[in-house]
Antibody
Framework: QVQLVESGGGVVQPGRSLRLSCAASGFTFSSYGMHWVRQAPGKGLEWVAVMSYDGSNTYHADSVKGRFTISRDNSKNTLYLQMNSLRAEDTAVYHC????????????????WGQGTTVTVSS | QSALTQPPSASGSPGQSVTISCTGTSSDVGGYNYVSWYQQHPGKAPKLMIYEVGKRPSGVPDRFSGSKSANTASLTVSGLQAEDEADYYCSSYAGSNKVLFGGGTKLTVL
């Protein structure tokens, strides 16, 4: 079945780096745009970044621009989020999500979500 | 860009209808037909319920419907059922290659 599984979360000190992974299965990963969305404890959803199906277009939220980088390896069916210069306010559950078919990735809704991986930034 | 505005809570009795609003601006909700709605039960991943204002993914009951007027989008849940109790989030393309979410609405089935 269609599935997304995130990994790579953990506890990290402010200013350090972390790389999240999202393993996709059950669909043709290389045909779909992908998002990262985060949810701070007890808070709502916040869009983080999106990448087109072929990696040619990437966009990031202003809150993470210059610190986070979305990327993908279609040969490994995996999406990544490189997070540098982490701050306490980056503490959240990070979800990857697949874009609905037939639409430019950044405009597309998210029709399949992973369960998320937790990132805690604390000294 | 600020988050889209949703009421913090909404409620209804089983069998009734409830509508949740999502207010933005002409630069996001009002400017594009790329509004989507997500349902999230506690401790679970969000689930897509409505996309492109009023389209329903396969498997989503037709009790869920979406619409938009000017800068406000709405999600209507008809024939409320106990399992509809959850948090609901709207989202919209906001131009300039950005995406916005609403703050979320907690739907209680009385």
């Amino acid at each position: 079945q269609v599935q997304l599984v995130e990994s790579g979360g953990g506890v990290v000190q402010p200013g350090r780096s972390l790389r999240l992974s999202c393993a996709a299965s059950g669909f043709t990963f290389s045909s779909y745009g992908m998002h990262w969305v985060r949810q701070a404890p007890g808070k709502g959803l916040e869009w983080v970044a999106v990448m087109s199906y072929d990696g040619s277009n990437t966009y990031h939220a202003d809150s993470v621009k210059g610190r986070f980088t979305i990327s993908r390896d279609n040969s490994k069916n995996t999406l990544y989020l490189q997070m540098n210069s982490l701050r306490a306010e980056d503490t959240a559950v990070y979800h990857c999500a697949k874009v609905v078919p037939g639409i430019v990735a950044v405009r597309g809704a998210m029709d399949v979500w992973g369960q998320g991986t937790t990132v805690t930034v604390s000294s | 860009q600020s988050a889209l505005t949703q009421p913090p809570s909404a409620s209804g009795s089983p069998g009734q209808s409830v509508t949740i609003s999502c207010t933005g601006t002409s630069s996001d909700v009002g400017g594009y037909n790329y509004v989507s709605w997500y349902q999230q039960h506690p401790g679970k991943a969000p689930k897509l319920m409505i996309y492109e204002v009023g389209k329903r993914p396969s498997g989503v009951p037709d009790r869920f419907s979406g619409s938009k007027s000017a800068n406000t989008a709405s999600l209507t849940v008809s024939g409320l059922q106990a399992e509809d109790e959850a948090d609901y989030y709207c989202s919209s393309y906001a131009g300039s290659n950005k995406v916005l979410f609403g703050g979320g609405t907690k739907l209680t089935v009385l």
